[in-house]
């Protein structure tokens, strides 16, 4: 069974940074994808960003490149996002989501809510 618990969220004034973490459980490896999502209120659940565990491949929304960044410690099974120059729209409840390669993501945490407000 695989379990996905995230951390790190919490209210931030704009322009500040906060580092999510997601610790995993069960089998997440290779050849596993993990990924990040967020949901804002009223709106839809949109994809942020993606490693492969294996080779540390990224993918990034337009919306945070340049400013987030994805990186995993294999040894210790989780997954970083570090947010910078966070904006007020970057307000959400942060999941992290794991998947085979090339099939749908499948296994969800249970989400860390960011607020960005001064």
């Known amino acids: 069974q695989v379990q996905l618990v995230e951390s790190g969220g919490g209210l931030v004034q704009p322009g500040g940074s906060l580092r999510l973490s997601c610790a995993a459980s069960?089998?997440?490896?290779?050849?596993?994808?993990m990924g990040w999502f967020r949901q804002a209120p009223g709106k839809e659940r949109e994809f942020v960003a993606q490693i492969g565990w294996s080779d540390g491949r990224t993918y990034y929304a337009d919306s945070v490149k340049g400013r987030f960044t994805v990186d995993r410690d294999n040894a210790k099974k989780t997954v970083y996002l570090q947010m910078n120059s966070l904006k007020p729209e970057d307000t959400a409840v942060y999941y992290c989501?794991?998947?085979?390669?090339?099939?749908?993501?499948?296994?969800w945490g249970q989400g860390t809510q960011v607020t960005v407000s001064s």
């Open positions: 069960g089998r997440i490896l290779s050849p596993y994808v």
């Open positions: 989501a794991r998947k085979r390669v090339g099939a749908k993501y499948n296994y």
